[in-house]
């Protein structure tokens, strides 16, 4: 590349392993170039986990500012056992008090948004889920005053009962909630392609974000996940893919990091690789750039 290309794109990061601690994670992500992060803040396949050490808290910052990262352009995702459209009251019980924990933790790091699959409404319908997702979020908020992080609602690819493979659901889901700054959506590209909505030219780009921001507002938008998609347009199945590499192609990655509107969302990959070598990471960051005509960084 002979001159530096004019393309400012948006933090672009990977969800790392906080293996260790969570302050490891921005070193991680620094070795392979992130610009933004996405950790989980405790271990994500238990209700409960102990408290994050205080010297991890302090670490953390300190750690991010040695990685380059701004605090704006991390975010967390959620332990992946909360149902909060479940109609067991023990699930919605131990889901309540997770999400509310997690909020904390979330708090505690200065971390601005937590990614939640919204629920799964198990065969009570969709009405019903909505308005329990919609009521307990209320609920965990009005419980957490002193937290600023915000729950971003994640677009789902609809596999089962799942709720938010229609943007109408996290429209619904969010006008329930009173309290606007800590609600946000978290949109991910394998996701809403595997629920029908296609990304892949400029017009059904164009199309599709016409129609998110129609229905729940592009402003709401505060993280993205940046997946290919082993499945087909319309599947709803949620496999994600190395990008370029799946359904989706690189066009549809090209249009999201250089649209204008975008400029400033954090964006992280959820695709599969090796956490020690992190080689994965390497090759899909390299992808991003070059279909968006940047030059390697580093
Ligand atoms: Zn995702
Ligand atoms: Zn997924």
Redesign the pocket.
């Known amino acids: 590349m002979s001159k530096p290309s004019p393309v400012q794109l948006p933090p672009l990061g990977s969800h790392m392993s906080i293996a260790g601690g969570v302050s490891l994670a921005p070193g991680r992500a620094a070795s392979v170039g992130c610009t933004a992060l996405q950790v989980f803040v405790k271990n994500n396949n238990r209700w409960v986990g102990p408290a994050t050490r205080p010297e991890e808290i302090k670490a953390f910052p300190e750690e991010l500012k040695k990685a380059g990262i701004s605090i704006k352009n991390v975010f967390a ?1 959620t332990c992946y056992l909360i149902n909060l459209g479940s109609p067991k009251p023990e699930v919605v019980e131990k889901s309540v008090a997770a999400l509310k924990d997690e909020l904390v933790r979330c708090g505690e790091l200065g971390i601005p948004g937590l ?1 939640l699959h919204p629920g799964a409404h198990l065969g009570t319908g969709r009405e019903a889920g909505i308005a329990q997702i919609a009521e307990l979020s209320q609920q965990i908020i009005d419980e957490t005053p002193d937290v600023k992080t915000r729950i971003l609602f ?1 677009t789902t690819a609809g596999q089962g009962t799942t709720i938010g493979h229609e943007f109408q659901d996290l429209s619904d889901i969010i006008k329930k909630v009173a309290r606007a700054s800590r609600v946000g959506v ?1 949109l ?1 590209t ?2 809403i392609f595997s629920a029908g909505y296609d990304i892949r030219t400029p017009d059904t780009y164009n199309a599709t974000m016409k129609e998110f921001d129609r229905v729940v507002g592009l402003k709401k938008i505060k993280a993205f ?1 940046l ?1 290919d998609s082993k499945f087909d347009l319309g599947t709803r199945k949620d496999r994600h893919e190395h990008i370029g590499q799946g359904f989706i192609g690189e066009e549809a990655f090209r249009l999201l990091l250089t649209d204008p509107r975008f400029a400033k969302v954090p964006m992280c990959l ?1 695709t599969h690789k090796d956490d020690k070598t992190l080689e994965e990471d390497r090759m899909n960051l390299a992808t991003l750039r070059r279909v968006c005509g940047v030059a390697e960084s580093k």
């Open positions: 995702h990614v994640e978290c991910d394998c996701h996940h997946n959820e």
